[in-house]
């Protein structure tokens, strides 16, 4: 990334307060680019199946956007730009002693 990204603000923590405080999502793979933006049904969908405490941060899943593609598709939090809703070593530390 080269740039500091700013603290993923708490309403990213879990699925449900995403949802609560209509968070913007969106997932786009590390390979062929595709990306979409998650809408309130695949936020619930998450949420349904993952449960409310489920967090999506740092999570990624193999790409169903182009087939035979290999890449990974990670996640994307809106923040008047769009930022990457993982963090580096350093912070996921910071963020676990925190808790
Ligand atoms: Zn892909």
Redesign the pocket.
């Known amino acids: 990334m080269g740039k500091t990204a700013p603290l993923i603000p708490s309403s990213y923590r879990t699925i449900a307060d995403t949802i609560a405080r209509g968070g913007r999502l969106k997932a786009q ?6 990306s979409r933006e998650l809408d309130r049904l695949a936020l619930e969908r998450i949420r349904h199946a993952k449960g409310a405490d489920y967090c999506l941060i740092g999570r990624r899943s193999p ?1 169903r ?2 087939r035979g ?3 990974w ?1 990670r996640f994307f939090y809106w923040n008047a730009f769009w930022w990457p809703l993982w963090r580096d070593r350093d912070d996921t530390r910071w963020l676990l002693a925190s808790k």
């Open positions: 793979c590390d390979t062929c680019g595709e790409c956007f182009t593609c290999a890449g598709v």
